[in-house]
């Protein structure tokens, strides 16, 4: 079986993009595996998957490197926008379905997407760092040089910590000279990626609860910058939104069985 994709990147977080609205692809854990790999596949830092939705313009579902199902990619969110709106699914205006609950983005203009996340209702502090859920869990350490830490090292140790067992979490050093810079290491991709929209919204707030730095918030991935526009209430975050570049790479067919 032939399989059509077409891959998206924001600020360099690369997502292979599969329209399931028709039900025929049937992908394995293993498979999605393979996809990603980038020597031996497409390449990618995730795969989504756009179905059909009865409440929504559409439903997203996200998929990390290791082939198994993330509850929400924020890159992935803004890149699904880009994808539904440039093959006619939804106007510039709409709502999909993600398995952390229901999502607006906007397209601003040919190259940036702006995109609603879930209600923060608590930031966690511990001596060595922060503590969030975004959509998916992230863990914030801020740092006198980012460009001295070892990402994988650090980020896996951090991730694998028991405080945050048995889900673990994604981990963001963060470091505020010269406007503030984010490296991040993901869970499932198990490593350092050039950028985290999930982790973006976290540091943002985290910053904020911090700092008192007000929204919106710009933050400097390897891949490009990425602002956080938010509402704080009694450090209760809403009305959040995740705004940057999301770019079509390019499109193609693959089979199944590579």
């Known amino acids: 079986m032939k399989l059509k994709f077409e891959k998206y990147q924001g600020a360099g977080n690369d997502f292979i993009i599969i329209n399931n609205t028709d039900k025929s692809a049937d992908l394995s854990p293993e498979m999605i595996?393979?996809?990603c790999d980038r020597h031996f596949g497409i390449?990618?830092?995730?795969l989504i998957v756009l179905t059909g939705s009865e409440k929504a313009d559409f439903a997203m579902t996200f998929y990390n490197p290791d082939g198994y199902e993330a509850n929400m990619c924020g890159n992935g969110g803004r890149c699904i926008a880009k994808y539904a709106y440039d093959n006619k699914i939804a106007n510039k205006n709409m709502t999909f379905n993600a398995q952390d609950g229901m999502h607006e983005a906007k397209i601003i203009d040919s190259?940036?997407?702006?995109?609603k996340m879930i209600d923060v209702e608590s930031i966690e502090e511990f001596d060595d760092g922060m503590w969030t859920n975004t959509g998916v869990p992230h863990f914030v350490?801020?740092?006198d040089d980012i460009d001295k830490i070892d990402i994988d090292t650090e980020g896996r140790k951090l991730a694998d910590d028991k405080r945050f067992a048995p889900e673990r979490t994604n981990?963001?050093?963060v470091d505020s000279k010269n406007g503030f810079r984010i490296r991040t290491y993901e869970r499932g991709v198990e490593g350092e990626?050039?950028?985290c929209g999930t982790g973006n919204v976290a540091?943002?707030?985290?910053i904020n609860a911090q700092r008192h730095t007000s929204s919106p918030i710009a933050?400097?991935?390897?891949g490009g910058l990425l602002k956080v526009f938010f509402e704080n209430s009694k450090n209760k975050y809403n009305n959040i939104w995740l705004e940057g570049s999301a770019i079509k790479v390019f499109e193609g067919e693959l089979d199944l069985k590579i």
Do not use: M, P, S
């Open 141 to 143: 350490k801020f740092v």
């Open 33 to 35: 595996q393979k996809l």
């Open 203 to 206: 540091t943002a707030l985290c």
């Open 171 to 173: 981990v963001n050093f």
């Open 219 to 222: 933050i400097k991935a390897k």
């Open 43 to 46: 390449g990618a830092d995730g």
């Open 111 to 115: 190259e940036t997407v702006r995109l």
């Open 193 to 195: 990626t050039l950028a």
